[in-house]
């Protein structure tokens, strides 16, 4: 019996050892396939993050001066991915600048709203969410949801919206750039460029300081959950004080920065990057190869001028908030522009040809007077009626004050009425566009000023107030031109997709 119950004791031994190494066998085949599987995972997501490679363009902008240090395909038209949200931005910064909303506003919810894809911050229809949250959920998170959310209580649907973001871009020179949505979800027809965005990056922190500083949020408290930024620059990049990311797969990973460092300060753009790292990578051999490169000293006016009280806003003129590029791949300098803004009835004038599209007829008869010299006259009313009411949210011009030679006097055939005589040197003047708001006619001139500026150095830009029935409409026409001069600049305008009318005094 012993000898029996050794031989079980060894043969139940043997049997545990022998399960042992099947399973000591089974483990390792088991962690052997989990390496494979993460050797080819490894591979394959390498395999596929070489053959992705998405356009890419940059910009690098002095932005005291507007020099241009470094352009590669700024020109070139990119998906602007959430980038689009910096647009969003803008306008809301707009509106609790004119003091039509607080930080403190809710704003509402909807279905559509909330039912936007990540990322976003799972909003339910019906909920509401404060206007200094939205800020920050945007700038951090990026999110989708309260993008729409912004877009739908300023513009009454996010189409509308979308219309309004537009017409504002086209207003301060983004003039390659359309949105069709608040958040910078895939859309093939929502396009920008590397120097558009630049430009926007530039507007937005000059025209809007205060706001500006939410771009340099790094980590968001919703609801005792920290959300953090989206820009791993913030922090770790000297200088680094804002301000958005983007990533959709049709642009790549894309970002605007904005760095200041002893006196310098440049805005810069990268679209295209295959992964965010390298798209970081790659702003940062920007920044560092171009930063000692920027001047210490800004221009001798800011691009937007702030007023410092609501009345001063309602009635002084800012600096252009923003330059176009003054022609793609040029590296000249983007300059503000002075403007004169009048109010005008009846001038006597034709125009001697129309460009497709142009917002409004014309009221005018030729002129008999070829001379090369001549006086543009336009005769304006002591009380002129007032200007309609803007859209909420919208600013007066953003365009400073033309130190122009204006001569008035009294006009015996105009009984209450003043004529205002604005000497010029040419016969012929051209109209770039004509808005609903003063302000956009105003940014139009600046822009338009900018991208042709030697073939506008003596011309002289103002804004003309018609009436259209009951609407009003602002038309933007710089005078004092020859005919020469009056055709080259609107072959140049018509070919970057600018309207222009040639017009004859």
């Not at 009003?472 to 222009?500: N, V």
Request: hydrophobic share 40%.
């Amino acid at each position: 019996m012993p000898r029996s119950g050794g031989a079980s004791r060894i043969a139940l031994r043997g049997s545990v050892l022998g399960l042992a190494g099947l399973l000591a066998i089974a483990t390792f085949a088991d962690n052997a396939n989990a390496r494979a599987r993460r050797h080819y995972r490894h591979h394959h997501r390498a395999a596929a993050e070489e053959s992705y490679q998405p356009s890419q363009a940059s910009i690098v902008v002095d932005a005291n001066t507007g020099a241009v240090l470094e352009a590669s395909n700024a020109d070139g038209l990119r998906h602007p991915a959430s980038l689009t949200k910096i647009m969003t931005l803008y306008l809301l910064f707009e509106r609790l600048d004119a003091g039509k909303i607080k930080l403190s506003t809710e704003f509402p919810v909807s279905a559509h709203a909330a039912s936007m894809a990540p990322s976003k911050l799972d909003l339910k229809p019906g909920d509401s969410i404060r206007v200094e949250t939205a800020i920050k959920a945007i700038v951090t998170k990026s999110a989708n949801d309260v993008a729409v959310v912004v877009a739908e209580a300023l513009g009454g649907s996010e189409e509308e919206f979308a219309r309004m973001m537009t017409a504002k871009a086209h207003a301060l020179g983004m003039m390659h750039t359309t949105y069709v949505n608040a958040s910078g979800l895939p859309d093939d027809r929502q396009i920008t460029t590397a120097r558009d965005v630049a430009l926007l990056g530039r507007a937005i922190q000059q025209r809007f300081p205060d706001y500006y500083k939410y771009f340099s949020t790094r980590i968001f408290d919703y609801h005792g959950h920290p959300i953090r930024n989206h820009n791993h620059l913030l922090g770790v990049v000297p200088g680094v004080d804002g301000i958005k990311t983007g990533y959709i797969h049709e642009s790549g990973f894309n970002i605007v920065t904005s760095v200041r460092r002893g006196g310098r300060h440049i805005v810069a753009a990268v679209f295209g990057g295959r992964t965010a790292r390298a798209r970081d990578a790659r702003m940062r051999d920007l920044i560092d190869g171009y930063i000692q490169q920027a001047s210490t000293k800004p221009m001798a006016a800011p691009l937007v001028a702030r007023s410092d009280s609501r009345e001063s806003k309602e009635r002084k003129l800012s600096l252009a908030s923003a330059s176009p590029e003054p022609k793609p791949g040029s590296t000249a300098p983007i300059k503000p522009i002075p403007v004169k803004t009048f109010a005008v009835r009846g001038a006597a004038m034709k125009a001697a040809s129309v460009a497709a599209g142009t917002p409004e007829g014309q009221e005018l008869s030729p002129s008999s007077d070829n001379t090369a010299s001549i006086t543009t006259v336009a005769t304006v009313k002591h009380d002129p009626p007032p200007l309609p009411s803007p859209p909420p949210g919208v600013r007066p011009g953003v365009l400073g004050t033309l130190p122009a030679k204006v001569a008035s006097a009294a006009n015996d055939d105009e009984p209450g009425s003043t004529t205002v005589a604005a000497k010029s040197h040419g016969g012929w003047m051209i109209q770039v566009g004509a808005f609903d708001q003063e302000g956009d006619a105003k940014e139009r001139l600046g822009a338009v000023k900018i991208k042709i500026e030697s073939l506008l150095a003596h011309a002289e830009p103002f804004t003309e107030r018609v009436e259209k029935g009951h609407k009003a409409l602002f038309r933007a026409r710089f005078a004092g031109l020859d005919k020469h001069q009056a055709e080259s600049a609107c072959k140049r305008l018509r070919h970057s997709d600018i309207p222009c009318m040639l017009l004859k005094n």
